[in-house]
């Protein structure tokens, strides 16, 4: 098992910035990628960020060169920095672990961007 607690959403102006933290505990040795999800009122969650246990990273177009992903392995925490935020960022972003038997997801975190 794998348990996932967010921290950092919040309200923010267009143009702000936000650092999500995801730390992972339980049995954190299976995760090969994690990475962040976010999913907007009346949409599908959509995969935004994700890195993998030998550092690779990957971005959905809509989110490259302003969000970047970072891990810390000795915390066990994973990041994703945003910056430029827009208000079509506004979501509830997860973090997910994924490792060969399942995924596990965080409970969310708000971000609000205001125009």
């Known amino acids: 098992q794998v348990q996932l607690v967010e921290s950092g959403g919040g309200l923010v102006q267009a143009g702000g910035s936000l650092r999500l933290s995801c730390a992972a505990s339980?049995?954190?040795?299976?995760?090969?990628?994690m990475g962040w999800y976010r999913q907007a009122p009346g949409k599908q969650r959509e995969l935004v960020a994700a890195i993998t246990s030998g550092g690779n990273t990957d971005y959905a177009d809509s989110v490259k060169g302003r969000f970047t992903i970072s891990r810390d392995n000795a915390k066990n925490t994973v990041y994703l920095q945003i910056n430029s935020l827009k208000p079509e960022d506004t979501a509830v972003y997860y973090c997910?672990?994924?490792?060969?038997?399942?995924?596990?997801w965080g409970q969310g975190t708000q971000v609000t961007v205001s125009s």
């Open positions: 339980g049995s954190i040795f299976s995760i090969n990628v």
């Open positions: 997910n672990a994924k490792t060969i038997f399942r995924h596990y």
